[in-house]
């Protein structure tokens, strides 16, 4: 007899046991409970005591589970009959005690529960969810419990068309929202696609939000969960293009909190990832400008933190077309410059995948606005600009004590410091307001202030102060960054600018080894040096020649050589007179290397030592690391390459300090290039080696193929022709994975080289029409060249291949030579022979 308060009582039959299953009747332990699948709660099911049909889901009767109360068939059906731990489930949603009594007693209850069971309770909890509000927070809870217990019952019986249910528009929807994504997690990591789920829950926030577009979304807690799944489970996701589309739209979004950001950002950096360098820098920042463009007045600042993501600053190269597009007009121009400036600078969110930045860098925001600073100086009209943009900074500064302002007097310190060479028209208009306002409030202000007043009250110099000169000299820079400095000093409207624009991509040219294009920019440099009068321009000139002559080497005379130390001497002279230390340190460098040119080695260390004292003052390591660069090609020139590689080994040391992978690798490639003229090829190969897993971690195909060209050189010095002829295949690899068309047609013409001088004469040819074709794609003269000169080879070898086989396919009718040899005078000789010969008869 069942207790009077058994709900079955209510109008419910009592629970029927099947007999071949031994439980309630509904679908057995080889497929899904009834009213799970199949063709939905309106589909015939199976008789009691009838197996499953194999592979198969089979249906409730009309009406679902429940008679006409379920959510499924429209029309009136006979109640099916409910095993005792359904009719439990729903005891618990009818009682009114407390809920933490009743969870407890769900746990225990799904504990106990078959899979068949599970099947009948998880229909019921669905309709309560949907029908009554106050259940929703027990129906959750008993959903979750069902997931833990029985996920594999639930996947079968959680259809995407109950989806909907989870989710009652008048309670909180971050549990379901939990409850869901837990769901999809597991039905991912099981194999099992989501897409139909995940379009489920993007049209139930299109349809409360009564939008039609999904950036347009506002910001919820279901709208952040739903960037959640799509972070952690991928196919739930709609386009890419989509899904980049809605994350920039939300980060820029002032109603959600940077917490509830944090899916977008890593979605983003996916997609950066996939679209790779450059392309994938000059994309996120068109997103971002977009969003601040979009909405100048209400975009959040928390749209900065997407530069994290790019782990170093933007480069004015990439920024300048994106920029180009808004020089029309000014206007916007200034907006954009003032929108950015105001954002005051947030540390990075913590989502687990941290992009490092090297150490010592300026905040991200503050990197972009200089590099915007360095493109605005590349665009007609740049002095107004500039202007502009350092009196806009000026004004920010002096609105407050906040963050912002403080922010602002930091970035003008920075800009002068560290930001393009420029005129004193640009700045010295800023002093009146630092002098009456800045500087007694902002420590940056009062250092800028200082910095400002020496630049006008250098002597000689015109405006040059000695902070200005330390900038001219690559000392420690990349090569990349110095002539994206140099470039915007040469097109800066002060022709003193301009010198030291031109001196400083002559260096940066002088260290990247291109020494012919470094003379002729110091050819232009000492045209305006003479007009101009320029003192200190022409001591920046005089270091740059004596490195060039110093770099020559033999081919360098030995006046030359003699000259350079000159040069180097009296440049380091002026460089103390000036003083400017950074300079100076550069003049004892040119000097070191001078020395080394005219073998005289141990002056040469010592001249570097001078340098290396007077950076280690300064605090300036990047340079220090150079000191040891220089000092290693001393030590190469006496062909000691285990005192060279001792040196680069500490230059490597000071760049992992500083957290500069990119440098690390440069040095280990040095390092392997020291071994391999030390002949230790075990441990050039190491280094190599190491060089390569530091740029693939950087994402730097071209210096990964640089390193394996290394290598690739040092087989065919070898004569390990095949071997090379592999590692050419590889860098063609390491070109198309990272979509660098232009890399990828180079590779295969020196592959195409490669194979022919293994006489591969077909498949050479094969290769270039490769070449060939790619070059066409993307109208590469350079590349066209290359093909049609390799051509031209290949040509050659086709025809001397048809000769050798014309040879060894006549040879038993034409007696050809087997040895040719070719005499000088040979006619004259056969008539003296002729001759003697007559004479004898």
Not at 563 to 583: I, N, P, T
């Amino acid at each position: 007899k069942l207790p009077k308060t058994d709900p079955c009582q209510l109008g419910g039959p009592p629970p029927v046991r099947d007999a071949m299953y031994g439980g309630p009747a509904c679908g057995g332990v080889g497929g899904p409970p009834s009213g799970c699948g199949g063709g939905g709660w309106g589909g015939p099911g199976p008789a009691n005591g009838q197996m499953m049909p194999p592979g198969g889901l089979h249906t409730a009767p009309p009406g679902g589970p429940f008679g006409s109360n379920s959510s499924g068939g429209g029309a009136k059906a006979s109640a099916v009959k409910m095993g005792p731990a359904a009719l439990e489930m729903r005891r618990l949603f009818l009682e009114l005690g407390p809920e933490e009594g009743r969870r407890q007693r769900v746990a225990d209850l799904v504990r106990r529960a078959s899979d068949r069971d599970a099947g009948e309770c998880i229909p019921l909890v669905l309709d309560r969810l949907v029908n009554f509000a106050s259940a929703h927070s027990l129906g959750i809870f008993a959903l979750g419990e069902l997931m833990r217990a029985h996920p594999i019952v639930m996947v079968n019986c959680l259809t995407p068309h109950r989806i909907y249910d989870l989710f009652n528009p008048n309670v909180d929807d971050r549990p379901a929202s939990s409850f869901l994504h837990a769901y999809l997690c597991y039905k991912n990591s099981q194999g099992l696609g989501v897409q139909q789920e995940g379009a489920k829950l993007q049209k139930l926030l299109l349809r409360r939000s009564k939008q039609q577009d999904l950036r347009r979304l506002p910001a919820t807690p279901l709208r952040s969960w739903l960037c959640k799944i799509w972070q952690d489970v991928p196919s739930s996701r709609p386009d890419r293009q989509i899904v980049a589309a809605c994350c920039a739209r939300w980060v820029g979004d002032q109603g959600a909190s940077l917490e509830e950001k944090a899916p977008c950002f890593a979605l983003m950096r996916q997609e950066l990832e996939l679209r790779g360098r450059p392309e994938g820098d000059a994309w996120l920042l068109s997103m971002l400008l977009e969003q601040v463009c979009r909405d100048p007045v209400y975009h959040s600042p928390d749209l900065q933190q997407l530069l994290w993501l790019l782990g170093t600053a933007p480069t004015p190269a990439v920024l300048k077309p994106l920029l180009s597009g808004l020089a029309q007009e000014r206007g916007r121009l200034a907006t954009l410059w003032v929108c950015l400036a105001v954002w005051a600078p947030q540390p990075q969110v913590q989502d687990g995948s941290i992009t490092a930045w090297p150490p010592g860098s300026p905040p991200p925001i503050h990197a972009l606005l200089r590099s915007m600073l360095v493109a605005f100086t590349q665009l007609a009209g740049a002095d107004d600009l500039c202007r502009t943009s350092v009196l806009t900074l000026g004004a920010i500064a002096s609105s407050g004590e906040g963050a912002v302002a403080a922010s602002a007097a930091d970035l003008l310190l920075l800009l002068h410091r560290d930001g393009p060479m420029q005129s004193s028209s640009i700045w010295l208009p800023l002093v009146p307001l630092l002098e009456n306002a800045l500087a007694h409030r902002f420590p940056a202000a009062g250092e800028l202030l200082a910095r400002l007043r020496q630049r006008g009250s250098s002597g000689g110099g015109g405006g040059i102060g000695a902070r200005t000169l330390d900038g001219v000299f690559c000392l420690g820079a990349s090569f990349e960054e110095s002539m994206q400095r140099a470039e915007a000093a040469k097109t800066s409207g002060d022709e003193k600018a301009k010198v030291l624009g031109l001196l400083k991509a002559a260096d940066a040219l002088v260290q990247a080894g291109r020494l012919h294009d470094a003379a002729k920019e110091v050819e232009q440099a000492q045209t305006l040096i003479r007009e101009l009068k320029f003192e200190e321009g022409r001591a920046c000139s005089m270091v740059i020649v004596a490195k060039i002559y110093a770099k020559q080497g033999s081919l360098s005379t030995v006046d030359q050589l003699d000259e350079a130390l000159d040069l180097a001497s009296d440049a380091q002279e002026k460089f103390r007179k000036f003083g400017s230390k950074k300079s100076e340190a550069a003049a004892f460098l040119a000097l070191a290397a001078a020395r080394h040119a005219n073998k005289k080695y141990e002056d040469g260390n010592l001249a570097a030592k001078e340098a290396q004292m007077l950076l280690e003052d300064l605090g300036d390591k990047p340079a220090v690391a150079e000191v040891y660069e220089v000092v290693t090609d001393g030590y190469l020139m006496k062909d000691d390459t285990k005192k060279a590689a001792k040196m680069m080994y500490k230059a490597k040391a000071i760049q992992m300090e500083l957290g500069d992978r990119v440098k690390e690798g440069e040095c280990m490639h040095r390092i392997g290039k020291i071994e391999l003229q030390g002949r230790d090829t075990d441990k050039a190969l190491a280094a190599l080696e190491e060089a390569k897993k530091i740029f693939q971690e950087l994402g730097e195909h071209k210096r990964v193929a640089a390193v394996m060209t290394t290598h690739q050189d040092s087989l065919m010095k070898k004569g390990k022709v095949a071997e090379a002829v592999r590692i050419g295949q590889q860098i063609v690899t390491v070109f198309h994975a990272a979509g660098d068309t232009k890399g990828e047609g180079n590779a295969l013409v020196t592959l195409a080289e490669l194979l022919l001088e293994k006489n591969q004469i077909d498949l050479s040819g094969k290769v270039l029409a490769s070449a060939g074709q790619l070059f066409s794609t993307i109208r590469d003269g350079e590349g066209m060249i290359r093909v049609n000169e390799a051509g031209a080879k290949l040509k050659n070898a086709n025809l001397k291949r048809e000769v050798e086989e014309s040879i060894e396919n006549n040879n038993m009718f034409y007696n050809y030579p087997v040895n040719t040899m070719v005499e000088m005078n040979l006619a004259g000789q056969v008539k003296e022979a002729l001759a003697a010969a007559k004479k004898g008869l």
